[in-house]
Structures are given as structure tokens and as C-alpha cells.
């Protein structure tokens, strides 16, 4: 009787671990076809002998795969010195009086701002 319950258990384990790697195997599938993974290469250029038109460019995010930010808010100086250390690094941008500050944490994040200093349309990137 102890044998046949062992034999059980065991079928259970076995009927688990082959359910586990196939919801693996049909997930990565799923997010393949979304493009999601992306078949990426590594590739040497010699800009002098190569012809640039050739050049195969290799995405792996899908278009706004990264969201910009496209109406900032930003704080007062005051509100900024207590959320930010001293070494922390910014873009600044000053136009037309009109004075702004990106922190690059920020940015490694959305990697583009779309805003307007100072009355002039602007993209701040990183």
C-alpha cells in the first residue's frame, strides 16, 4: 500500500514538472510573437570599408516601448533639495529666462521629455 502511494506521489511530481516546463516553453512563445524578445546581433563595423546603407540596425524594444514623458511637472527648488542629493546630475535647459532641470534618474527611466522653456518646443533625451 505504502508503495503504491509512493508511485502516486511521484506520478503527481513528474505530471507538475512536465506542466511547469510547458507553460515555460508556451509562455516564451507567447512573448516571442509579441515582439517583445527580439533576435539582437552583435556587429563589428569598420566605418572606413563599410558601406553604411548596408548596416542592418536591430531594435529589441517595439516603437514607444519606452513612454516619453510628454507634460512634466516640476517641483520648487525647496521641494527638490529635500528629495535629491548633492550629487545627483541633471540636463539643465534655460531659455528666455525660463529655467528648467531634468534629473538624469529621470531620464535613464523615460530616456525623453517633451516640453516647452521658455516658449520653445523642446525634446530633453538622455
Given at each position: 500500500?505504502?508503495?503504491?502511494?509512493?508511485?502516486?506521489?511521484?506520478?503527481?511530481?513528474?505530471?507538475?514538472?512536465?506542466m511547469?516546463?510547458?507553460?515555460?516553453?508556451?509562455?516564451?512563445?507567447?512573448?516571442?510573437?509579441?515582439?517583445?524578445?527580439?533576435?539582437?546581433?552583435?556587429?563589428?563595423?569598420?566605418?572606413?570599408?563599410?558601406?553604411?546603407?548596408?548596416?542592418?540596425?536591430?531594435?529589441?524594444?517595439?516603437?514607444?516601448?519606452?513612454r516619453?514623458?510628454?507634460?512634466?511637472?516640476?517641483?520648487?527648488?525647496?521641494?527638490?533639495?529635500?528629495?535629491?542629493?548633492?550629487?545627483?546630475?541633471?540636463?539643465?535647459?534655460?531659455?528666455?529666462?525660463?529655467?528648467?532641470?531634468?534629473?538624469?534618474?529621470?531620464?535613464?527611466?523615460?530616456?525623453?521629455?517633451?516640453?516647452?522653456?521658455?516658449?520653445?518646443?523642446?525634446?530633453?533625451?538622455?
Amino acid at each position: 500500500m505504502y508503495a503504491a502511494i509512493i508511485e502516486l506521489n511521484i506520478k503527481k511530481w513528474v505530471f507538475r514538472l512536465v506542466m511547469a516546463v510547458m507553460v515555460v516553453f508556451f509562455g516564451f512563445l507567447i512573448l516571442k510573437g509579441t515582439g517583445l524578445f527580439r533576435k539582437t546581433e552583435i556587429l563589428e563595423t569598420n566605418f572606413q570599408t563599410t558601406n553604411l546603407q548596408q548596416v542592418k540596425m536591430v531594435t529589441v524594444l517595439s516603437k514607444d516601448g519606452i513612454r516619453a514623458i510628454k507634460s512634466p511637472t516640476f517641483e520648487t527648488v525647496s521641494e527638490s533639495i529635500e528629495e535629491m542629493r548633492d550629487s545627483e546630475q541633471v540636463i539643465g535647459v534655460s531659455i528666455n529666462g525660463d529655467h528648467r532641470a531634468y534629473p538624469i534618474n529621470i531620464l535613464s527611466v523615460h530616456e525623453i521629455v517633451d516640453d516647452v522653456v521658455g516658449g520653445v518646443p523642446v525634446a530633453v533625451t538622455w
